[in-house]
């Protein structure tokens, strides 16, 4: 049985789609489908279901792939790490959210990047949670950071960390909201909500994502305030709060410094925090070449402090 073939067909069973298969080997979409069908001719059995958005795989398919995925996955990076690997510098591409992978990813793998023999170049991109998976699956990308879980084969996610969401504003705009920091759920909680929608809002979008996402959760409602100030980094929307243009829900771990400075201060304290949870991915099957698999369990190590 050729190998071509059989790498073709664990592709398509990954990506669930000739047409993604056929991006991600670098051929094109009909050379994908005469493989497929050169494999099933001499298998004798059909692989696939062809459906009207991508193909599903027949009992048959599932039980080849089960079987020579790992093989071919331990073939490939023989093939790719070639005959002198510890000589050679592997390059690890990295995608993730800029705040995150920023203050928290990229710091913890850096420390990788100087170690002698098993070091690993570096390049990372910022992007949401849709870009960066598309990049990945499109091969862009070796390792990405993800708000997203991704469904099908293709990409295998790890829970890596939860991110907790806190509702922060200046000082000043803190003692005209009026309870300050409140430790019990429900009826304190409603009462604060009138005052909190007189204040402006900061936020990375114009749909408030964070806002929204916090109001749902602890007040099971929607936030009655546009966006004052909208600006793409959460970073830059932390230091607006901090000159006072209003409140805005961030992650826990980018406002703390600014927190115990006294810079912002935290509005209410649920019971139960809003949370959020960011997940590592790959492309199914790399976690077999070593840079990768260093990388995704050093950051797996890191995140455990993280939550």
Sequence with gaps: MDLALLRTFVTVHRAGSFTRAAALLGLSQPAVTAQIRTLERQLGRPLFLRQARGVTPTTIGDELAHKAAPHLDALVEIVESGPDEESSV??????GPPEFTAERALPALTTLTGEDGQAFALRASFGNAE?????????????????????????????????????????????????????HPVTPVLEV??????VPVVE?????????RYWAAVFDSRPAAAGTVVVPDLRAVLACVVAG???????????????????????????????????????????????????????????????
């Design 90 to 95: 592997r390059t690890l591409h990295l995608a």
């Design 131 to 183: 870009e960066t998976l598309e990049g990945l699956a499109a091969g862009h990308h070796d390792l990405a950071i993800s708000t997203a879980q991704p469904r099908g084969g293709l990409l295998t996610a790890t829970p890596l960390c939860d991110e907790e969401h806190v509702l922060v504003a200046a000082p000043g705009w803190a003692t005209k909201v009026g309870p300050g920091k409140v430790r």
């Design 193 to 198: 909500l009138p005052t909190l929608e007189d």
């Design 204 to 212: 990375v979008h114009e749909s408030l994502p964070f806002v929204s």
């Design 245 to 307: 243009a209003g409140l805005a829900v961030l992650p826990r771990y980018l406002c703390a410094d600014a927190l115990a400075r006294g810079d912002v201060m935290a509005l209410l304290e649920p019971a139960v925090p809003p949370l959020r949870t960011y997940f590592l991915v790959v492309r199914t099957g790399t976690l077999a070449m070593p840079h990768i698999a260093r990388a995704h369990e050093w950051l797996l190590r890191a995140g455990v402090d993280w939550s």
